[in-house]
């Protein structure tokens, strides 16, 4: 059974903004949504307290159990998982990890229309990783029958369609770490044809220097998205659109964009300014960000692509008010050439 399409912003409801448009937030459950898109009484004594250390500080991190992502999509049409991001789906002797179980809570409460969108692990897409404190050559880097079976093959089993975008995230490269953009194209082509073809496919390059012709012309032969994120040291959102000709490369017709922090501030930074979570927080959110996803939105519907705006608390303090912005800035884009 298919959600109701309610458009709604003063309630958070964003299922009927546009067809073309799936608003959507990375990650879920955080009780300081509490009253906006949560029920205030549905999740009393259910909420899990534990506390992280980040940057020198300990903060005390308030998540609601799974079923909330019932509620969660009678607001939005599409949900990031993040912790996909962290241990494979598949021991490497093919047992299901935790986060294996995890995910299949996630679908046994979702409905026929609800979508989510999965990190693949860093572990299959860092080029280096951390081990006892040191950044270190990855050994599973771009390894395509790791991804195969160990993530792509369970994620398709317990998703089916409701599985609408895989992201793979590549970390930043510091200007002494870098390869040349040719040796990163070859390299993801050598890996996209390796694996499975899938139109759901999408790359977020975290390095400038990376968003190049040469990725590019890799992208689009193999139908893979270009991953638009308003992160620390990437450039503009309409900037980095701007960089692959003003084209949207994905096969299906998706585009994906991501925004995850202001530029110019570190994760430690704008999760401290953003903890808890429950308000936007004042001249943390970047106006300009807004303004260039509204018009990627608008140039989207224009071309007949869907667009999935996933928005981070981190980006200015509570994703839901930063996409009642997003929703309503749209709105006031599509009726202007009406007036």
């Not at 991953?227 to 040291?233: D, R």
């Not at 980095?240 to 995850?260: H, P």
């Not at 704008?270 to 970047?286: R, S």
Request: charged share 30%.
């Amino acid at each position: 059974m298919a959600r109701t399409e309610l458009f709604e912003p003063s309630g958070f409801y964003f299922r009927g903004l546009h067809p073309r448009i799936f608003m959507g937030t990375a990650s879920d459950r955080y009780a300081g949504w509490i009253g906006q898109v949560y029920s205030r009484d549905r999740y009393d004594k259910r909420i899990s307290r534990r506390s992280r250390k980040l940057g020198g500080r300990t903060y005390v991190e308030e998540t609601l159990p799974v079923d909330s992502v019932e509620e969660y999509f009678e607001h939005f049409r599409s949900l990031e998982l993040d912790f996909t991001f962290y241990p494979l789906l598949l021991e490497e002797d093919g047992e299901p990890s935790q986060n294996f179980h995890v995910l299949d809570r996630y679908s046994q409460h979702l409905k026929e229309e609800d979508y989510l969108i999965l990190k693949v692990p860093k572990v299959l897409f860092a080029q280096k990783i951390l081990q006892h404190g040191t950044f270190v050559e990855n050994g599973l880097y771009l390894d395509a029958e790791t991804f195969r079976r160990r993530f792509y093959e369970p994620a398709v089993e317990l998703l089916g369609s409701r599985l609408r975008g895989l992201v793979f995230e590549q970390e930043y490269q510091r200007k002494q770490d870098r390869v040349s953009p040719d040796e990163v194209a070859d390299s993801l082509d050598r890996f996209f044809a390796a694996i499975p073809k899938d139109d759901r496919y999408h790359v977020e390059l975290r390095t400038e220097a990376y968003l190049s012709s040469s990725v590019f012309k890799v992208l689009e032969s193999h139908g893979i998205g270009q991953v638009l994120s308003h992160w620390t040291w990437l450039p503009p959102l309409t900037k980095q659109l701007e960089l692959s000709g003003n084209r949207f490369l994905n096969a299906a017709g998706d585009c994906i964009v991501r925004l995850m922090t202001p530029k110019g501030v570190r994760y430690e930074q704008a999760y401290a300014e953003a903890h808890p979570f429950n308000a936007l927080v004042d001249g943390m959110l970047d106006p300009n960000m807004v303004s260039d996803t509204v018009r990627i939105m608008d140039a989207g519907v224009r071309r007949e692509v869907d667009v999935h705006v996933i928005v981070n608390n981190r980006a200015g303090g509570n994703a839901p008010l930063i996409a009642k912005l997003l929703a309503e800035e749209f709105v006031h884009m599509r009726a202007a050439p009406a007036r």
